[in-house]
Each structure stands twice: as structure tokens, then as C-alpha cells.
């Protein structure tokens, strides 16, 4: 059976200048449609301006992050009659400078990353090239940073998240998940710098544990107890 | 005053997303009302402090005045806050400073690592770790405490201001 639903659709032409404006589009849904069908057939069918970045629609590529009804979300991982509603608002995320109608620009957000120097680090640069050896891991272990491996990078978190919105300069979940993620690594030897470079008021300490980034992560990955628990090893020294 | 960069906009738009705790669950309620009720007793603790400052003369405190100003200061004091708005206001501040009291505690702990789940692999429709049984159960227990001081506070104002 097929219904209509109205897109509420947030748009912005950088060209303009200002500010964006929402835009609403009846779309035609049936059983099983996404957010992100529903932003394509505007596209193909209504409204050929539209811009929406997307890649491999289910759920890997982590490309199509947009808010939709207020919650960040993946736009090929949320189905439209599931919302249970007439109208739908599409918005870009926050936190990210807006390149056009729901592209952002990720920049900050990668930046941040590299900045806490978010892969493996061994003193052995040789050994780490060319291994001689494997370096095996117990089950323990793994499990220890398994969860955080799990993140696709899409930045939903870092939208959700209420401290990078009244304090750019923070760090924000996703970085600093990642940051634990190689911390807990038993394979990486950057412990220490690591640590240093978290252990700061725009580190770990700005953290006020709101939980949207867990609440909002499309794959069950957890950014606030990993910034606990870099916290906690920030206190140990 | 305004840092360089910062518009008036992207201000207000800050203060929505710190103040509007949206569709993202309890931890954010949590975090909204720890920050808001932080605000408030910090306000009230300054107006409280000048408030009681009066009955020793406020700002002229170091030559102290007599006996009858003090008395008298007190009781206009009294009758100035003896309304129902103070009363309620009152009642509001007990709340949140139980609220605020309970809760900072379980940020502490979790800031410490305590009371987290462990790290585990993702599984669908299960809460992440760090939404632990622990955490919401100490959420909840600031809310009671908060309830309770709540109605603490407005009985013993029917009592001592109504007798």
C-alpha cells in the first residue's frame, strides 16, 4: 500500500549567503522505503537541487548521517512508515560547517582524529613495517577495545554531542573513542603520549557524560564509556 | 560581551541544544537538569549570602550596626519573602539541590570508571554499557531524593512560616 508523507527538508545554497530555509515535498512511500529512498525520489523526481551525500546505502559507509525528527540518524538505516509520522523534518547534522542543503563538511571532525593520533603506535617503526613475528592477542584482550572497532566514522555522534556545540574546541566523542580504542590496544606502545594529549580541559575533562553519542550510534558502538574510561586512566597518570 | 567569530546566533543556537534535551534519552535529561539546577543554586547561594548579609548591616558589615537595625532588617526580610512565590521558588531550590547532589555523585563515579558496564560487542536492541543498570538506578534515586526534598521543603515552610 502506498501513502503519502511530507518531507520537511532543510535547505541552505551557500551561494545565498543567510541563512536555509525548509523546504516540503510530498513523497510517495510504501513498506520498506528509507529516509534516504524518500530523499532520492525528491531528488529524481521533484527537486533536482537537492543535495544528499550518500554511498552504499545500508548502513556501512556511514555517509548519509542527517537528523531526522530532531535524532541524528542514518539516513539509509531509518525506514520511513517506522517513524510513524505525516510530516518528517530532514536536517543537516550540527556541529559541522554546512557545505550545502544536508552535506556537511566532516573536516573537524577528522582533523580531531589525527590530532590524537588515532592508529597503532609501536616505538619499533622497522618491526612495525616489517614484521618479523606475529603479535597474537588473547581474548581478553581484544575484547577490551573490540567494541570501539566497530565505528563507521559517520559523525553522528559528534552532531549529537551538546558540549562540542557550546564548546567547539572540545575533542568530541568520536575522536576521542577512537583515542581509547588504540589506548586499549595491548599492540600499541602510545599509551603515554596518548593519555597527555586527552589529559586536558578540552580533553576528557569537558566531558559531562550526556550520553547522546551512545544514544545515537547506528551501530551499537559505546563514545561515553570510552571517555570514562580514558578519564579514568588520565587520573591513574 | 561577544569573543571574536561568535555571533549572536550560533550563541542562542548553543543555549537550544544545551537547554533542549530532545529525543535522546535519560542520560541527556540528566545532563540538562545538572547543568540548570547548577546555575540555579549557584544564583541562589549569591542572593542568599546578600539576603542574610543584611541583618548585619550588608556592605557596611565591618562597622557593625545595632542591635534594633539588625532586628528590624530581619523582620522586613521576613515579610518580604513571606509569599507564595518565595515559598515555591524555595521548594524549587530543595529540589534541585537534591538532584544536583545525588547526581554529581554518580558523575563522579562515573567519571572514575565506577558503575560503568564493561566494554562488549554491540549487540541490536541492547542498552550500551555505559547506560548500566547502576547508572539509571542513581539517576533515579536523585530524582526521589529531589522529590523528597521537595515536599520536605514545602511542609516545613507551611510550618515555619504559617503557624
Not at chain 1, 62 to 89: D, K, M, P, Y
Not at chain 1, 205 to 232: E, M, N, Y
Request: overall charge positive; some cysteine; glycine content about 8%.
Amino acid at each position: 500500500m502506498v501513502e503519502k508523507v511530507k518531507f520537511r527538508v532543510f535547505r541552505y545554497r551557500p551561494e545565498d549567503g543567510g541563512r536555509g530555509f525548509y523546504k516540503e515535498y510530498e513523497v510517495p512511500v510504501k513498506k520498506g522505503m528509507t529516509i534516504l529512498d524518500g530523499l532520492i525520489y525528491i531528488k529524481e523526481n521533484i527537486d533536482p537541487t537537492l543535495s544528499v551525500r550518500y554511498s552504499c546505502r545500508m548502513a556501512i559507509c556511514g555517509s548519509c548521517g542527517v537528523r531526522v525528527n530532531g535524532v541524528e540518524t542514518l539516513a539509509c538505516h531509518t525506514q520511513v512508515l517506522e517513524l510513524r509520522r505525516r510530516t518528517i523534518r530532514v536536517e543537516p547534522m550540527r556541529n559541522y560547517p554546512l557545505v550545502k542543503d544536508l552535506v556537511t563538511d566532516m573536516t573537524p571532525l577528522f582533523r580531531k582524529q589525527k590530532a590524537l593520533m588515532t592508529w597503532l603506535i609501536r616505538r619499533d617503526t622497522v618491526e612495525q613495517e616489517n614484521p618479523t613475528k606475529q603479535y597474537l592477542q588473547s581474548e581478553e584482550e581484544l575484547e577490551r577495545y573490540l567494541q570501539f572497532t566497530y565505528c563507521i566514522q559517520c559523525g553522528l555522534c559528534y552532531s549529537a554531542c551538546p558540549v562540542v556545540s557550546t564548546f567547539p574546541d572540545f575533542y568530541g566523542p568520536q575522536p576521542l573513542m577512537k583515542a581509547y580504542r588504540y589506548y586499549a590496544d595491548s599492540r600499541d606502545e602510545g599509551g603515554e603520549e596518548r593519555v597527555r594529549l586527552v589529559d586536558r580541559f578540552e580533553g576528557v575533562w569537558r566531558c559531562h557524560f550526556a550520553g547522546s553519542c551512545s544514544a545515537v550510534c547506528p551501530k551499537g558502538v559505546d563514545p561515553a564509556l570510552a571517555i570514562q574510561l580514558l578519564r579514568r586512566s588520565a587520573l591513574k597518570g | 560581551m561577544l569573543a571574536r567569530g561568535v555571533s549572536r546566533s550560533s550563541v542562542i543556537q548553543s543555549l537550544r541544544v544545551m537547554l533542549i534535551p530532545g529525543r535522546y534519552g535519560l542520560e541527556r535529561w540528566s545532563y540538562v537538569l545538572q547543568r540548570v539546577s547548577g546555575v540555579v543554586v549557584s544564583l541562589y547561594f549569591i542572593a542568599h549570602v546578600l539576603e542574610t548579609g543584611n541583618f548585619i548591616g550588608g556592605i557596611t558589615v565591618w562597622s557593625v550596626p545595632e542591635y534594633s537595625f539588625a532586628e528590624r532588617a530581619y523582620e522586613e526580610t521576613v515579610k518580604l519573602l513571606k509569599n507564595p512565590i518565595f515559598d515555591v521558588g524555595l521548594a524549587v531550590i530543595g529540589f534541585l539541590v537534591g538532584f544536583h547532589t545525588i547526581n554529581g555523585i554518580r558523575l563522579i563515579l562515573a567519571h572514575f570508571g565506577f558503575s560503568l558496564g564493561r566494554p562488549k560487542r554491540p549487540e541490536p536492541f541492547t542498552p550500551p554499557p555505559s547506560f548500566s543498570s547502576k547508572q539509571r538506578a542513581l539517576f533515579w534515586l536523585s530524582i526521589s531524593l529531589a522529590v523528597f526534598a521537595l515536599l520536605y521543603t514545602l511542609d516545613a515552610l507551611t510550618r515555619v512560616f504559617r503557624p
